[in-house]
């Protein structure tokens, strides 16, 4: 299994905070021979939803465009495997206020979102808070 992000926990208390339970954490999504591993699912009774997070750490790097492909690749990748394995589990991308408020409000980053119809998920590190959904 993959390392836990550094901001996988903070990710878990904001969304317990915002009324989800945790249901699952490294959920596996396998295609063909190959494990592909999404950090965590969240179900909300209330609503009966249930969604699959991402978290990625956009802020705070050397190379925010970097740390962009990276995230989209595996987003994308982990995507293809829900719909290879016919799942209709939204995947949303977590990020912090500060990666959504820089690289993704850059050209790049809206052309991104809209381009690959991101789902996200922001949250403030420091409150442990979920800010904002985009869908």
Request: hydrophobic share 45%.
């Amino acid at each position: 299994m993959p390392a836990e992000d550094r901001y996988h926990y903070t990710v878990k208390r904001a969304l317990i905070k915002d009324g989800w339970r945790i249901t699952r954490e490294q959920v596996r999504i396998s295609f063909e021979d190959k494990k592909l591993w999404v950090d965590m699912q969240a179900e909300r009774a209330d609503a009966q939803q249930i969604i699959l997070i991402e978290v990625k750490e956009l802020d705070d790097v050397s190379s925010p465009i970097e740390a962009l492909a990276n995230a989209l690749g595996k987003y994308l990748l982990y995507r293809m495997g829900l719909r290879n394995a016919e799942s209709s589990i939204p995947l949303y991308m977590a990020i912090t206020e500060a990666a959504y408020n820089g690289i993704m409000q850059s050209s790049i980053g809206q052309q991104a979102i809209q381009e690959f119809n991101l789902f996200l998920l922001i949250f403030d590190p420091n409150q442990e808070k979920v800010t904002r959904w985009i869908h």
